[in-house]
């Protein structure tokens, strides 16, 4: 694959949701970050884009949230595909140097957007897709390789 300079590969951070009910995909983009916003997650400041693992297609394009304080706050990254908005959500820890971030928990970043959606009420299915097949690195010790559904009600 042959990345631009502004790309930042970053494979550790698995896809662990899953957005669906809308039949365009960005549409549903734009209709999960604005209710992101509404539940005051703000735009992440950085400006790389990040790559699906074995997939250059598919682009987080600037669609990210946080919520918290930088040194421990919940980060969501989005990726649109055909129909589906694919998503990664963790805690963690941004350090200064060397600058970057320490996942604290995949499974905590999964909760909370899973609470968040349900008070917006969309239908949340937890763990109700499993990536396992498709997942090559499950390293982290609460990833388990299954995606929470949430579907726009």
């Known amino acids: 694959m042959n990345f631009s300079h502004n790309v930042r590969y970053q494979p550790l951070d698995a896809i662990n949701l899953v957005f669906n009910g ?14 992101l916003d509404g539940a005051g997650w703000q735009q992440d400041v950085q400006d ?62 999964k909760r909370k957007m899973e609470d968040v959606f349900t008070l917006l009420g969309w239908n949340v299915h937890s763990d109700g897709r499993d990536l396992r097949p498709t997942v090559t690195r499950i390293d982290k010790p609460d990833l388990d390789g299954l995606a929470s559904v949430i579907t726009h009600p």
């Open 48 to 109: 790389h884009e990040y790559l699906i693992e074995g997939d250059s297609s598919l682009r987080a394009e600037r669609a990210w949230r946080t919520l918290g304080p930088v040194w421990k706050r919940y980060h969501v990254r989005f990726w649109h595909g055909k129909g589906e908005i694919l998503a990664s959500a963790h805690r963690e820890r941004v350090k200064l140097w060397p600058p970057g971030h320490d996942v604290l928990s995949f499974n905590d970043g």
């Open 22 to 35: 809308l039949n365009d995909a960005k549409q549903l983009l734009a209709t999960v970050l604005t209710a």
